[in-house]
């Protein structure tokens, strides 16, 4: 099955049959071509932008680009090859986008309606932010947020906190956080925010920003309307404002994404049943599928290395299906006890849905 839409010129060398192009700037993975390794191949992983990416130049010298560091005791920018010489770190993340599962929600909300796919699990590589931190002389008195700012362009005329990527997390959040300059063992690709990238494993995708440019030890979050208003947990009909929480530290979901080939039928017998588990805040521990549709449930077998408490596992039951309609479902519980739970928190936005539920799959088999 090859795309409808064709893929933008920054994203040419993503596997077209491998993704659902939704626009320029909002392309997902097909639930069948996450691969079963657990660790997403970049050409298959799933892109969104909030607003167009910098040009391609940026990555003509891509150690040349320049951080700024402020809001720390010694405020100073570095270029990525005087970062390289801070420290190295890697950390094996699921990137998630807040809205991926927002397709499922029956009130419709606006934005993307992404399904499953809005959601890979990559090696990013780059300097710990606390490398950083020591090399300014650590944080200036009273900040509690690192808020990063994205190197898009602000065209001429708007008011640039009505558009500009720019995102606060609490500092209770950037223990394991780094500036990735790799991913997958690869030159991280304008696409996925090279050359250099804001990594804040366990929090949902937004929090990472691409094309860093500055990243600012805060008293306050931003203002830009991306942390004010938009990433939320507002109720339905009421627009996001910081009264709500924000989008950051993600939940556990998982779901099965094979057999999951859209309209082939699956061979009666014994079936594998796979899919991704993550646990959000802390390590996938126990995953459970279930054949119909959430009445009984078997303990699935947790595939792939384990890469830690950030990343996603692979996980695998073996069915004897006889020939039939089956929803496959599958809840994980990660290391605090925190299970998947059926039904989604439902929000204004169709953020964070991590509902079992919606996230079933019905196969026949034949
Ligand atoms: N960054 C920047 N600079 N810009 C933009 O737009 N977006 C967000 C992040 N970061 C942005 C940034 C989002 S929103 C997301 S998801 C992510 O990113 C994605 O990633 P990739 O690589 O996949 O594309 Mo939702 O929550």
Redesign the pocket.
């Known amino acids: 099955v090859s795309s409808a839409k064709p893929l933008p010129p920054y994203a040419k060398w993503k596997d077209a049959d491998s993704m659902i192009v939704h626009s320029a700037?909002t392309i997902e993975t097909r639930r069948n071509a996450f691969g079963s390794s657990g660790i997403t191949p970049l050409d298959r992983?799933?892109?969104?932008?909030?607003?167009a990416?910098p040009s391609e130049d940026i990555m003509k010298d891509p150690d040349a680009w320049k951080l700024e560091v402020s809001g720390v005791k010694s405020p100073r920018s570095f270029t990525v090859a005087e970062l390289k010489s801070l420290g190295l770190a890697s950390v094996t993340i699921v990137?998630?986008?807040?809205?991926n599962g927002r397709g499922f929600s029956e009130h419709k909300p606006s934005g993307t309606q992404w399904t499953v796919g809005?959601a890979?699990c990559v090696i990013f590589t780059g300097v710990p932010v606390k490398a950083v931190l020591e090399a300014t002389g650590g944080m200036a008195d009273g900040m509690v947020y690192m808020t990063s700012t994205?190197?898009?362009e602000i065209p001429p005329g708007l008011d640039p906190k009505s558009i500009m990527?720019e995102r606060s997390v609490p500092v209770s959040g950037i223990e394991d956080a780094i500036l990735a300059w790799e991913a997958n063992g690869e030159p991280l690709p304008l696409?996925?925010?090279g050359p250099l990238?804001v990594i804040v494993p366990g929090y949902?995708?937004?929090?990472?920003?691409?094309?860093?440019k500055h990243v600012a030890f805060t008293k306050e979050q931003s203002p830009a309307n991306i942390q004010q208003s938009s990433?939320r947990f507002s109720p339905i009909g009421v627009k996001g404002t910081p009264e709500f929480d924000s989008?950051w530290e993600m939940d556990p979901k998982s779901w099965v994404t094979l057999p999951s080939d859209p309209g082939v039928p699956v061979k009666a017998g014994r079936v594998q049943i796979s899919g991704v588990a993550m646990g959000g805040m802390s390590e996938a521990k126990k995953v459970e599928v279930s054949v119909n549709g959430g009445k009984d449930w078997q303990e699935a077998t947790l595939t792939g290395p384990d890469l830690g408490k950030y990343a996603w596992r692979g996980f695998v039951l073996a069915a004897d299906l006889k020939p039939g309609k089956y929803e496959l479902a599958s809840r994980v519980t990660n290391a605090d006890g925190t299970s998947q739970p059926e039904m989604r928190k439902e929000n204004n936005r169709g953020y964070m849905n991590n509902s079992w539920r919606d996230h079933m799959v019905t196969i026949d088999v034949a």
Do not use: T, W
């Open positions: 700037n992983l799933y892109i969104r932008n909030n607003i990416p990137l998630q986008c807040s809205g809005a890979g994205g190197g898009e990527v696409a996925h925010g990238r949902a995708g937004v929090n990472n920003v691409k094309y860093v990433y989008i």
